[in-house]
């Protein structure tokens, strides 16, 4: 999939990065959901950055997660080396590396303190007396 975006020699290297068995299930995805020629272009470089910054930091493809995209983003900006969607294609990393499960999926922390349960008791009524949609609680 990668010959469709690169030349050989490209498509190569990105495979060899930290997640180079996940490289072309990554392109295949992103083709699925549309985007266009270049954009994929684009999104398969930031991989190959994130890549590189992981493995400068000495992190491995589990230590991926927002936190992770976040400090990615925002070494890639003090670089002054920020691209448009770099942390946005970090993050859509990570949701399909948890998809096809080489990522664990979190667990929800259920808040039972006081001012948890007053937030919770809040959304309930948010949603039911005030028709509130779930997107903008």
């Given at each position: ?65 927002e936190h992770c995209a ?68």
């Amino acid at each position: 999939m990668l010959e469709k975006f690169f030349i050989p020699e490209t498509a190569e290297r990105l495979r060899s990065c930290l997640f180079g068995a996940q490289v072309d299930a990554f392109c295949a995805s992103l083709t699925g959901l549309g985007y266009a020629h270049r954009t994929i272009e684009e999104k398969l470089r930031t991989v190959e950055r994130l890549s590189r910054w992981m493995v400068a930091k000495h992190l491995t493809i589990g230590a991926l997660d927002e936190h992770c995209a976040r400090e990615f983003s925002n070494a890639e900006r003090r670089a002054a080396r920020e691209r448009r969607g770099g942390r946005a294609t970090a993050l859509q990393l990570v949701a399909q590396l948890r998809e096809v499960e080489v990522l664990p999926t979190p667990e929800l922390v259920c808040d039972s303190s006081p001012t948890g349960t007053l937030l919770g008791c809040y959304e309930v009524y948010l949603r039911s007396e005030r028709a509130v949609v779930e997107t903008t609680i």
